[in-house]
């Protein structure tokens, strides 16, 4: 099994059309800031499968890199999935609760954002709440 890190940044946030880059820097920010999240912690040593939304809304999930990574934990290509913090998955609170407490615990998969502090292993949907009340 593998770890998916999803990376996301909005289009309206991105510097990606500017000059000749193929990603925006937010992008390349966070893949650098997951895979060092990965080295620290023991374990996570799997081989690492990347889903990049560069571009994307996370107001819906209607993204080509997320629908992707859904189908690999659903045919258990992964089984674990970082961000960097629960708004680069989505912004979209009642979808995300859905996969948060009910699709990711069905396929078993483990959640991990990093910023959020949260990591299924040992939180709660009550935890989730709590971070996008205070955000």
Request: negative net charge.
């Amino acid at each position: 099994m593998s770890i998916g890190i999803y990376l996301r940044l909005s289009l309206a946030d991105g510097d990606i059309c500017s000059g000749n880059k193929k990603e925006s820097n937010s992008i390349e920010n966070q893949r650098v800031f997951l895979h060092e999240y990965i080295k620290e912690k023991s374990d996570l040593s799997d081989d690492i499968v990347e889903y990049i939304d560069d571009g994307y809304t996370g107001s819906n999930f209607n993204r080509p890199a997320f629908k992707q990574m859904i189908t690999d934990t659903k045919n258990g290509t992964i089984n674990t999935i970082i961000v960097k913090d629960l708004s680069r998955l989505g912004r979209d609170y009642i979808e995300m609760g859905d996969y948060i407490d009910q699709i990711f615990p069905r396929l078993g998969i483990r959640l991990i954002a990093v910023n959020s502090n949260y990591d299924s292993i040992n939180s709660s949907i009550f935890c989730i709440c709590n971070h996008f009340l205070e955000s």
